[in-house]
């Protein structure tokens, strides 16, 4: 009788309102934890490319900065050595892995490129650690759909910044391998931190290893592909390094003929730490950083998804355009990644030919480059391979 009642008195006890609420409370929390751990570690899954048949071989960012090797920072660097000597070009895509016409640029000249003269480095996701992680409080999505001929493939949309698992805590202020003093956060922004050190902070050994590549390899032209807001005065744009002065005018004028306006914007003498200021000053070369305008990045713009990325439409921005305070032109057709990816793919093209005129002594002959009107009009995955 005895244990009988005790019994009784602890399922009593166990099934008391209170008790019932916090165990349905605690199983809830267990699952929401568990679904976004989940959708958390499908972005540490890496996105897979189909290089061309035209590549020699695939390096790692870890053979110029050992200390990378096994760390989240190491990423694959696409190596397209053509028969004869030439130019040796560099191509960063992902330096910022929320502007995904920076990195899908570099995914399509990786699986489509084909080189007779010089040798071209592509890195399509310079920044690796940042396509493992987004923004918090930005609800962007993780991935976004090409629709291939095939099938659609998906890729990262990440952060503009290294994770922070792999590099914490931020300090407060930050002064950079090239002595400019910045907020703290900017400690993980690629862009801000060549020209890197050799045993410093996990993306100051990014930066590192690009400024090495860069003298290893004798690169003669680099270049880093970027997107921005379209209320960003920098859009549409060739920021050039001073020793490439006379070849982004070239650039210029053979976009102009083409219809296709973009402004230059001198590299700043003062602002230290860009790659487009560093690969100049340290590795002495002309150094080129391109921008399109894209809304998913933009502080106006309203509910984030994949389609935003991809259809770059935004009812917000078209209502800006009209207030006149963008720095592109914007209507109800949005700026597509398709124009996007196509608008870098042409000022590559003619910074090649550019290049060409005035080095002849170092030509670059490229082929299988995807043209401009058809990336535009038929989409980008026309040029993609087939998903698995
Ligand atoms: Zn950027």
Known sequence: MKIYSTEKSLRQRLFRPHILRGGFLFLFTLVICFSAGKTFLLLRKADVL?????????????????????????????????????????????????????????????ENLKVKRGKVFIVPQANHSGF?????????????????????????????????????????????????????????NLNRNYPGREKGNLTERIAWGFQRLIAQEKIDLALDLHEAAPEYPVVNAIVFHERGG??????????????????????????????????????????????????????????????????????????????????????????????RVARHLAAFQALTGSWNELFPEKPLELHNLPPFEQVRDQGIGLFLHAPD
């Open 50 to 110: 189909y290089p061309s048949g035209g590549l020699s071989r695939i390096s790692h960012l870890s053979a110029y900065s050992p200390a990378l090797e096994n760390s989240p920072g190491d990423t694959p660097i696409y190596i397209f050595q053509g028969e004869e000597e030439g130019a040796n070009v560099l191509i960063l895509g992902g330096t910022h892995p929320n502007e995904p016409a920076g990195f899908i640029t570099s995914v399509l000249l990786t």
């Open 132 to 188: 493992s992680h987004n923004d918090p409080f930005e609800a962007n999505p993780q991935r976004f759909p090409l629709q291939t001929p095939q099938g659609k493939r998906w890729f990262r949309y990440g952060s503009r910044l290294t994770n922070p698992i792999h590099q914490w805590p931020d300090p407060i202020l930050y002064a950079n391998p090239a002595g400019q003093m910045l907020a703290g956060t900017e400690s993980r």
């Open 246 to 339: 006379e070849l982004a005018a070239w650039t210029l004028m053979e976009l102009q003929m083409q219809d296709l306006v973009f402004r230059l914007e001198e590299s700043p003498r003062t602002l230290r730490g860009l790659s487009h200021r560093e690969w100049g000053d340290s590795g002495g070369i002309p150094a080129f950083l391109f921008e399109t305008a894209n809304v998913s990045h933009g502080r106006l713009k309203g509910k984030p998804s994949a389609d935003l990325i991809v259809s770059g439409k935004d009812k917000n921005y078209v209502r800006a355009a009209r207030m006149g305070r963008l720095f592109v032109p914007f209507d109800e057709n949005g700026i597509p990644l398709r124009l």
